[in-house]
T-cell receptor
C-alpha cells in the first residue's frame, strides 16, 4: 500500500479563494482524520469520519471549513473563502482501529 | 485542548547519547502512543503502550508508563543524527480519538 496520499503537497492561494485539499486513505481503514498543524496551536483535530460518515466535527473552526467523504477511498477538506490565518499544514490520517494512525505527508497551505 | 504535554520542548544531544522525553496527561487513558515527525513530513507511529503495561521496548526505543502519575517517558538509546525529529505523545481513551501533545524537538548532533 502506498500509504495515505494527500494532494497537493503545497498550495499558495490568495485570500478569499476556495481551497480544496484531498486525501486518499489506506485501503481497508475505516477511520479518516483531518488535522491542522501550526506553531501556535500544535496539532488540532478538525474532523473525523468512520465508514465515510462524519462522527466529530467539533474541531472545524468555522463555517468556512467543510469536509466530505463521498466514498471509502477519498475525502476532501474545503475552505471557502480562505483567510491568511488558515495558513498551516493540513494532515490526513487513517486508521483501522482508531488506535494507531497512519499520516499522510500533509498539505502546506499558504494564504496570502 | 491538548491533553498530552511533552517535556522538554527542545532537547539537543550528541550522537551516541541517550535521549529521554517525558509526557504528562490529565485524564484516564486506554493507551498512550509516541509518534515521530521529521521536518516537513507527516507523523509516524513509533510505539503504543496500553494502560495495563508499565514498560515496552522496540529496538532502541523504551517507553514507560506510570498511570498513577499520569506520565510516560520515551527513551532513545545510542542516538543517531537520523533520530533528529519532533516526538509527540498521543493519548487514547476507548471509544475516542487520539489527542496529541505539542511535541519535543530532538536534535542529535553528529
Amino acid at each position: 500500500d502506498a500509504g495515505v496520499i494527500q494532494s497537493p503537497r503545497h498550495e499558495v492561494t490568495e485570500m478569499g479563494q476556495e481551497v480544496t485539499l484531498r486525501c486518499k486513505p489506506i485501503s481497508g481503514h475505516d477511520y479518516l482524520f483531518w488535522y491542522r498543524q501550526t506553531m501556535m496551536r500544535g496539532l488540532e483535530l478538525l474532523i473525523y469520519f468512520n465508514n465515510n460518515v462524519p462522527i466529530d466535527d467539533s474541531g472545524m473552526p468555522e463555517d468556512r471549513f467543510s469536509a466530505k467523504m463521498p466514498n471509502a477511498s477519498f475525502s476532501t477538506l474545503k475552505i471557502q473563502p480562505s483567510e491568511p490565518r488558515d495558513s498551516a499544514v493540513y494532515f490526513c490520517a487513517s486508521s483501522s482501529d482508531r488506535t494507531s494512525y497512519t499520516f499522510g505527508s500533509g498539505t502546506r497551505l499558504t494564504v496570502v | 485542548s491538548q491533553q498530552g504535554e511533552e517535556d522538554p520542548q527542545a532537547l539537543s544531544i550528541q550522537e551516541g547519547e541517550n535521549a529521554t522525553m517525558n509526557c504528562s496527561y490529565k485524564t484516564s487513558i486506554n493507551n498512550l502512543q509516541w509518534y515521530r515527525q521529521n521536518s516537513g513530513r507527516g507523523l509516524v507511529h513509533l510505539i503504543l503502550i496500553r494502560s495495563n503495561e508499565r514498560e515496552k521496548h522496540s529496538g532502541r526505543l523504551r517507553v514507560t508508563l506510570d498511570t498513577s502519575k499520569k506520565s510516560s517517558s520515551l527513551l532513545i538509546t545510542a542516538s543517531r543524527a537520523a533520530d533528529t525529529a519532533s516526538y509527540f505523545c498521543a493519548t487514547g481513551l476507548s471509544g475516542s480519538r487520539l489527542t496529541f501533545g505539542e511535541g519535543t524537538q530532538l536534535t542529535v548532533n553528529p
